[in-house]
């Protein structure tokens, strides 16, 4: 990409700027809407609160998203997962407004007190990393009798951490064992980001368009464990097909 002038390195500071303002001014915001409903309407503040910040977020930096999907999402208990390539990938997703939706994320954002807020009051499992695997293995039977119970639905990124250069990485186990167990579909989405937009580096985007697409479900009422790793290995080739189609590269 083309070095930046200096009115384009300011104009990034001040989006930065503005982008912890709006955040911040979200979280007091839905704090305030929590304590007069009793911090009892999960859902309203992700779907009513936090989408719109994600779609103001993204407006910040000129980015707009099309949303490529055949069938409306699904009424029911649901696995979303998709491919992640870039830090605005959280405000895509949040900005999508997944119906009945929780989150995985990643421990260290909720350090940030405005995302910590956000997440205590949806519900946000916050993970940790792959070095702590019976930590992990905690939180995910947790936030399995969690959904159970609540019969939410969820996201989470088979790949967990961001992978530029437009590959599909490794995908861990997590969001397939989850759906296993809970005998939920899996929705698998792609967030296809030009080069032009975001090389990769953090916030350093330039306008345009984000398509975001949404395939079909794909049933795990038949699924076992013992097959689990054959399953991953089936998602993730359709990945790695559905980025070479979209992307246009062998």
């Known amino acids: 990409m083309p070095a930046r002038t200096v009115g384009e390195r300011l104009g990034f500071a001040l989006r930065c700027a503005a982008m912890l303002v709006l955040i911040s001014a979200g979280a007091l915001w839905m704090l305030l809407v929590a304590c007069l409903t009793g911090f009892a309407l999960r859902r309203f503040y992700s779907e009513r609160i936090l989408a719109p910040i994600g779609h103001l977020a993204l407006g910040l930096w000129g980015i707009h998203v099309r949303k490529r999907q055949a069938a409306p999402f699904p009424a029911g208990q649901t696995v979303y997962i998709a ?98 167990s809970l005998k939920a579909p899996i929705v698998p989405m792609f967030i296809l980001i030009p080069a032009a937009v975001d090389p990769g580096l953090g916030l350093h985007v330039r306008p345009g368009v984000i398509d975001v697409h949404v395939g079909p479900a794909i049933p795990t009422v038949d699924w076992c464990l013992a097959d689990l790793a054959e399953h991953i290995a089936s998602v993730r080739a359709a990945y790695v097909q559905w980025n070479t189609d979209l992307r246009g590269t062998a």
């Open 83 to 180: 491919n992640h390539t870039s830090t605005l990938d959280m405000f895509v997703l949040i900005a999508l407004g997944m119906p009945n939706t929780r989150f995985f994320l990643s421990g260290y954002l909720r350090k940030l007190l405005p995302f910590g807020v956000i997440g205590y009051l949806t519900g946000i499992f916050w993970t940790m990393p792959q070095t702590m695997p019976e930590r992990r293995r905690r939180l995910f039977a947790g936030a399995a009798e969690t959904l159970r119970r609540t019969g939410e639905s969820v996201f989470l990124s088979p790949e967990g951490v961001r992978v530029t250069g437009g590959q599909i990485g490794h995908f861990n186990k997590g969001a397939f064992h989850l759906a296993a």
